[in-house]
């Protein structure tokens, strides 16, 4: 019997997500289909009944369900619950259980792009508060050994989220990137800064040692201004769409039964359609 997975969202066609584990079905020969639902709010507790009736074995979730899932799934683990978020179901017994892979996405993305990076004690600057930094943090605390500052437009934000996060966080305004970067070697922008062209202009990675290491979860553009800034100062560089690619991989694993391949043929097929 073909196993069915899908990503759901409102509005959902602009999300890549069907393409990549369509592309992985087809290269692992396997009898699936991975499709995009579109799910309104008020239809998505009728969905869940689908679920739970066995129509698939699971899928991902995206905006605008990620928390309103919380309260549909029968068991949410410790991760999605610390990290506010729910991007992938899976489906097992009748019960839909919900997990975050934004964080492995994370690891994955740097863990390829540049091997070693978290065997470092120097420090970690975080860009950003939202729903993505909480799973780069949640990521850091695992595997970085260097302290983490937190940089904010708005500083109380940060402050509030090193609250909820447990580590060896700090939090901060940007003033401080200038006295922080000489000691830094790893910079994440987890916010939406970058997309389209935007930068900041309070950050110039030319203060930072240069071995250092910068990523952007932002992929459109595939290389921001922060990192043609960084790469142009002779730092090495991971862009986002890597994450993208690499939070796909456990949700395919559960719900194929087969762990997925990142490919450079699979990322190319993907920034074709950035
Ligand atoms: P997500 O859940 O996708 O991470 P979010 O929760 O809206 O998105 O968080 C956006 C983050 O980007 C926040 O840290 C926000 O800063 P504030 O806490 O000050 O709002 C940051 N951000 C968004 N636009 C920004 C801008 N133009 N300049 C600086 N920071 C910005």
Redesign the pocket.
Known sequence: MTTKAFVIGHPIAHSRSPLIHGAWLARYGIDGSYEAIDVAPDALAGFFDRLRAGEFAGGNVTIPHKEAVFALCDEVDALARTIGAVNTLVVRDGKVLGTNTDYLGFLGNLDAGAPGWADSDEDAIVI??????RAVLVALRRRYRGKVHVL???PA?AEALIGQIEGPFTAHGFEAFEHLAPKTGLVIN????GMHG?RFDWLDPGQLPKTALVTDIVYTPLVTPLLAEARSRGLRIVDGLGMLLHQAVPGFAAWFGTTPEVTPALRARIEATL
């Open positions: 950003g508060a939202g729903g993505a930094a904010n437009r708005t934000n987890t916010s939406s800064v935007s």
